[in-house]
């Protein structure tokens, strides 16, 4: 069975860091590509980032520069490295198996 | 980057009834693999998106036979054949050829 869990999120200070991670059982993550959407409250769903079976990473224009997404095979856990978080980077975040298969998402906020 | 556009906002469907939906994207979604890359999902309140159709028109699996998708190229269609109460809540459509980008939503409530 495909699980996805996400962890990592709370409350953190505008200009501080996070790192979200989402492990996975049932396949292999280095098999497929992978990716963070994310919605702000009340809104729609956003893409993030994406990390590509062989190793290409993408990224929104709003988190590009701040956002690392990255993957470790032996622990078979997807990654997101937040920098600079600003408040509007305030939502639940996801990550996601080729658009197959979701996690129930971590929420994020960013406020002082 | 590709944009994708969803509409109604919002419809209100009396249970047993029909209700469409269309998304068209600015460019198209068909790979040079044959596949085109256009998915279907509904946003129940309080969960994540779940996978309704995959690849235009293939319902995922546990997905009811009412729910179905057509469409190529840009357009697209999703259709609910006789809406029923637990089909309540918000629709998107997503590109997967380009990145990936949602449409704005359709929210579905009950009349």
């Known amino acids: 069975e495909v699980q996805l869990v996400e962890s990592g999120g709370g409350l953190i200070q505008p200009g501080g860091s996070l790192r979200l991670s989402c492990a996975a059982s049932?396949?292999?993550?280095?098999?497929?590509?992978m990716s963070w959407v994310r919605q702000a409250p009340g809104k729609g769903l956003e893409w993030v980032s994406v990390i590509y079976s062989g190793g290409s990473t993408y990224y929104a224009d709003s988190v590009k520069g701040r956002f690392t997404i990255s993957r470790d095979n032996s622990k078979n856990t997807l990654y997101l490295q937040m920098n600079s978080l600003r408040a509007e980077d305030t939502a639940v975040y996801y990550c996601?198996?080729?658009?197959?298969?979701w996690g129930q998402g971590t929420l994020v906020t960013v406020s002082s | 980057d590709i944009v994708m556009t969803q509409t109604p906002l919002s419809l209100s469907v009396t249970p047993g009834q029909p209700a469409s939906i269309s998304c068209k994207s600015s460019?198209?979604?068909?790979?040079?693999?044959?596949?085109?890359?256009l998915y279907w999902y509904l946003q129940k309140p309080g969960q994540p998106p779940q996978l309704l159709i995959y690849e235009v028109s293939n319902r995922f699996s546990g997905v009811p036979d009412r729910f179905s998708g057509s469409g190529s190229g840009t357009d697209f269609t999703l259709k609910i054949s006789r809406v029923e109460a637990e089909d309540v809540g918000v629709y998107y459509c997503m590109q997967s050829i380009q990145l990936l980008t949602f449409g704005g939503g359709t929210k579905v409530e009950i009349k």
């Open positions: 996601a198996r080729a658009g197959h298969y």
């Open positions: 460019q198209s979604l068909l790979h040079s693999d044959g596949k085109t890359y």
């Open positions: 049932g396949f292999t993550v280095s098999s497929n590509y």
